[in-house]
């Protein structure tokens, strides 16, 4: 199932969505889409909506130096257990909304990223029933203002920006996340181009370790790691993750006025 959530000419709401190309539609749920959905019988072509960030997230975990070549061009080695940090859910942006540059910053990266969405509230999670608490996968962009990271010595400055977090364009449920293509194009150009399977802390891994830490919610989203090749942005451009399975999340980039 592909989970979404859209703007639609009745209001926002979580939707199914279905079909493909010109007979795609969004199938309104009833609530929200954890556990069994159940349906009003609304529906509408999909593009006649707005997809919207496809949940709302209490946390965005993200776990940092998760590919070894992206810890090296970083300038270290990748850390033998997994660095995690959290983005605010403020940053969380939809698909083709804008990416605005602060004028703070002078280097804003692009960082995508394969990303798990959490289906049911869970804490101290082994890694062999990690696939128990999954209500499905998206695509994300962690956006950076590189030389905020790399100026404070911590991440939260410069991860945590509004419209930092763009996620979609919708989540998809069936799916086995452990060998995925992951294409990042800026402008139609191929930046980052790797697959998960050279993940070096695995999803359940993650989970397990991010658990015993904090109580994750329903809608909390995991950032699984970025791949090497990331670099800046600029305004006027545009950039787009696309995630083997699941889809392609486009937004443009533009100066925060």
Request: a negative charge; one cysteine or more; glycine letters at 8%.
């Amino acid at each position: 199932m592909r989970l979404g959530r859209v703007a639609s000419p009745d209001g926002l709401a979580f939707v199914s969505i279905e079909g493909s190309d010109a007979q795609t539609i969004a199938r309104e749920i009833a609530d929200h889409p954890f556990g069994t959905p159940t349906f009003t019988g609304r529906s509408w072509p999909l593009a006649d909506v707005r997809l919207l960030a496809p949940i709302l997230a209490s946390k965005v975990v993200c776990i940092g130096k998760n590919y070894a070549a992206h810890a090296r061009e970083m300038g270290g080695e990748a850390p033998a257990d997994p660095v995690i940090f959290i983005k605010p859910s403020t940053s969380i942006n939809n698909p083709n909304s804008p990416i605005l540059l602060p004028p703070s910053s002078s280097q804003v990266d692009y960082e995508g990223e394969l990303a798990v969405v959490i289906g049911r509230p869970c804490r101290d999670v082994p890694a062999q029933r990690a696939q128990d608490v999954i209500l499905g996968y998206t695509v994300a962009n962690d956006v950076t203002a590189r030389d905020q990271q790399r100026h404070d010595g911590q991440w939260t400055r410069g991860k945590g920006h509004d419209t930092f977090c763009p996620l979609g364009p919708w989540i998809e449920t069936d799916l086995d996340p452990s060998d995925l293509e992951l294409v990042t194009e800026l402008d139609g150009e191929v930046r980052q181009r790797s697959r998960t399977s050279l993940l070096l802390h695995d999803i359940p891994k993650q989970i397990e370790w991010i658990s015993a830490v904090m109580t994750l919610l329903p809608g909390d989203v995991i950032l699984t790691g970025t791949p090497e090749g990331v670099g800046p942005m600029k305004d006027g451009q545009t950039v787009s993750v696309t995630v083997e399975g699941i889809g392609t999340l486009t937004n443009p980039v533009a100066a925060k006025r």
